[in-house]
């Protein structure tokens, strides 16, 4: 079937009963045609009927490929073969996977062409990258003529009844959808803060409905607002303080959700005959058992009647619930995982002796050269090898080419801390966050040491500076180490001396490049130095923060950092106060509802020492009256903000009291 959106943009899907719902979209702009997301091969028939009798196939000019999920891209073959001389609009790591449908199209990459395809009309789309949401090279359209967003999976839903429309009820199904099927809210937040700066009248989604303009501003929000982190590893909340937990209440949330994919009536039917009642409208649950035994055994009956695929769809909620409210997570989803390794155990066995074949024929192949040019660590081309590019491209590189030597600040502290091993993985997520944040003219080396190489082909001064800035804070902002780390850095320009020869200026190169970096590490985290070592990136001044609040702690060093603030953290005055007799520090932030001491005592604390006395105060809390301004104005507090505030607010604040 198709529908109208407007004049000239239509959403074509296959009637179905799936909860995840699939639309491809077809614009038409006078004599081109652009289709986007063509859909899977079991839709084929239907879509490509409908496209025909919407127009002559000869205008599909362009197809749009926003990730190369099969939902959207196994129909590809089918549709190059039906069209003639068609484009492919991708990124280029999409473009690496959708080779293996052995298509013969032209690629157009949207990086190659400035993220922009301007058709004869003189209509512009503008695509956007939306990395790992939920693909690393994902992206989303927007028709700057229609000002029409095509979101690709984000805005996506999952629905037991599909609707071309959404209404108020659409975010608890956007909820479920990006809960399962995108990293983190890390990811989308970004994002949806961009998006507030469209102007969007209608988001067409790759799965569920269109939502129209009265619901743009809320579905960005609400994705903007959504909190969720997929991961393997466990969050644990470190405050014992003991609390009364309702677990009723949490089974209701899970109620609630388990209702957005399946019938009330097919619930209810789960519980009948057992200890646990269920009501709707609205959801009600009540038993005369409690505590964890009621937790545990509500998830074994769901299990026992519903199996893995409604354990599935509720996962993520179940363990944002456990982490938030520190429960043991149900009993059945560590007994589920036990069985299925068992189960696969098996299977690894019965092709252990195929496997293991292959590896040493590929080893015996690769051993010698790999163990001459490879780090064994990182699988990174090493500093030989690094050396030899440079020889080749000596003319090329010189007076425009640049080294940048990367190192983590607390790799030797892990190493004590943890084991080599655990340094080993560190180097490792090192080099995989540099390598998903290479610019093209970019390329990784291992370095000396524990230390990377990055060789930019081709800047100027303030470029590699921005550069190296840059890297630095996607490092300091990753979650993907074992623990928070910063970087220094080492950098060179490939200047060459007269009467040098090319060899011996490049091992000046070289060692230049790694006595920058110890230099850089020896004068604290996140230096960089760079045409002497005087000339510094310093963080522009250092923050204390003092507060319990982890959201708060995570906004406050986000923003800061990115303001080039160094934020240090004491989770109590006493903490605190050991802090300020060991670092320099230029302000205090501080919450005034603290354990052991509150934030009143801190600064009373601080104000008998005269020195301490004079550093600019800040107080932050969720209340905020008369009284308490009193007592902040005796003790001399700069300013008092009530939570919650604008972060532009207290950054400003910060800067004028640091002045």
Known sequence: MYRKISDNIYLISKE????????????VDKEEAILIEPGNIADFEAVFSDIKSIINLCLIKYIIISHPDPDLTAS????????????????????????????????YLIKENNHELRLKSGRVLRFIP????????SFITYDMTTEMLFSGDLFGAISKKWTLYADESYVESMAIFHENYMPSSDFIRPIMKDLLDYNIKYILPQHGSVIKSNLVSKSILFLYHLDFYN??????????TSTEIDFLSRLVQIVIRLNQVFSSDDIKETFIGSPITMNFEPVNIT???????????????VYAKRGDYWLNAVETLVNRISETYNIDKPNIYDLRLRKLKEQNIEITTKYSNLEESLKQTAEAFSKTKDLLTRCPITGLYNKDMAIRYLEDHYDDLTNHGYLINIDID?????????????????????????????????LLFKGKGSSLILLKQKSSNPQIKKRAEDIRNIISKSDQFIEKVSVSMGIVRLKPEEMVAPTQQINEWMHLLESRLEYAKSQGDGQIIFEGQKELIYYRNTILLVDEEQININLITKYFQEQSFKVIHAINPMTALEVLEKQKVDLIISEINLSKLDGF?????????????????????HIKNETLIDRANRLNVNYFLKKPFYMNELIGLVKRAIK
């Open 76 to 107: 590809l073959p089918l549709f190059e073969e039906a069209l003639n001389d068609v484009q492919i609009i991708t990124e280029w790591r999409t473009a690496e996977i959708i080779t293996f449908y052995n298509l013969k199209s032209k690629y």
């Open 231 to 240: 991961t393997p590893r466990r969050i644990v909340n470190k405050n014992n």
């Open 16 to 27: 179905n009963n799936n909860i995840i719902h699939c639309n491809t979209y077809l614009i």
């Open 130 to 137: 939306t990395p790992f949401a939920h693909y690393s090279g």
């Open 410 to 442: 607390q790799i030797v502290l892990i190493n004590h801390e943890y084991s080599n091993k655990v340094g080993d993985d560190m180097i490792n997520v090192l080099k995989y966050v540099i390598n998903n944040n290479l610019e093209d003219d970019e």
């Open 601 to 621: 005592s801190l600064k009373k604390s601080l104000n008998e020492k005269p020195y301490f006395a004079k550093l600019p105060f800040i107080f932050l809390s």
């Open 287 to 301: 038993s005369a058992i409690n505590g964890y035994k009621l937790w545990h055994m509500f998830f074994d009956i």
